[in-house]
T-cell receptor, first 111, second 115 residues
Framework: KQEVTQIPAALSVPEGENLVLNCSFTDSAIYNLQWFRQDPGKGLTSLLLIQSSQREQTSGRLNASLDKSSGRSTLYIAASQPGDSATYLCAVSRSNYKLTFGKGTLLTVNP | NAGVTQTPKFQVLKTGQSMTLQCAQDMNHNSMYWYRQDPGMGLRLIYYSASEGTTDKGEVPNGYNVSRLNKREFSLRLESAAPSQTSVYFC??????????????FGEGSRLTVL
């Protein structure tokens, strides 16, 4: 059974700092890995999707990497801002329709 | 740009009552999903529909039924609500994951409390 772990569970940083969120998964036979953002009381918003054949994806200040063989992904956020405060979740897929989610990292960026 | 719309946003039920959560998407996606999110448990798949006319069980289907009414709409029904079904329910839609465009788009959630 696929398990997804996100470390740390919570992170607090001062504004402007670069930071890394970690995601690990136990089964490397995946189709893709997605990073999501969830604001309090809201739904999930897809940030980046990395196909299993890719090593990284970038969107603005966000960069996600994937090392499938070691079962790891990182989400790098450059020059963090208070508006980046949210819960970040990663999810991996081993089948066409089923994602396994991590429990998320709660990020707080302090002004 | 409505995306995925869920109703109702909030609901309080008594044990044994029934209700239906409605979901509609306007992105022409074939696949639709129902998840529940609980503290400490993360998101868990209840049911999904790969395409109009098909539905399949996810990780936690017991106590729920679904209907894929058409390509746009996917409803989740609780026939006899139990306190263990107190949760936040999310509907999502997307293309098949293997298509290379497997991003999921989520609704805002429906917060259900069963007393």
């Amino acid at each position: 059974k696929q398990e997804v772990t996100q470390i740390p569970a919570a992170l607090s940083v001062p504004e402007g700092e670069n930071l890394v969120l970690n995601c690990s998964f136990t089964d490397s036979a995946i189709y893709n890995l997605q990073w999501f953002r969830q604001d309090p009381g809201k739904g999930l918003t897809s940030l980046l999707l990395i196909q299993s054949s890719q090593r990284e994806q970038t969107s603005g200040r966000l960069n996600a990497s994937l090392d499938k063989s070691s079962g790891r992904s990182t989400l790098y956020i450059a020059a963090s801002q208070p508006g980046d405060s949210a819960t970040y979740l990663c999810a991996v897929s081993r089948s066409n329709y089923k994602l396994t989610f991590g429990k998320g990292t709660l990020l707080t960026v302090n002004p | 740009n409505a995306g995925v719309t869920q109703t109702p946003k909030f609901q309080v039920l008594k044990t044994g009552q029934s209700m239906t959560l409605q979901c509609a998407q306007d992105m022409n996606h074939n696949s639709m999903y129902w998840y529940r999110q609980d503290p400490g448990m993360g998101l868990r798949l209840i049911y999904y529909s790969a395409s109009e006319g098909t539905t399949d069980k996810g990780e936690v289907p017991n106590g729920y039924n679904v209907s894929r009414l058409n390509k746009r709409e996917f409803s989740l029904r609780l026939e006899s609500a139990a306190p263990s079904q107190t949760s936040v329910y999310f509907c999502a839609s997307g293309a098949p994951i293997s298509s290379g465009h497997g991003e999921l788009f989520f609704g805002e959630g429906s917060r259900l409390t069963v007393l």
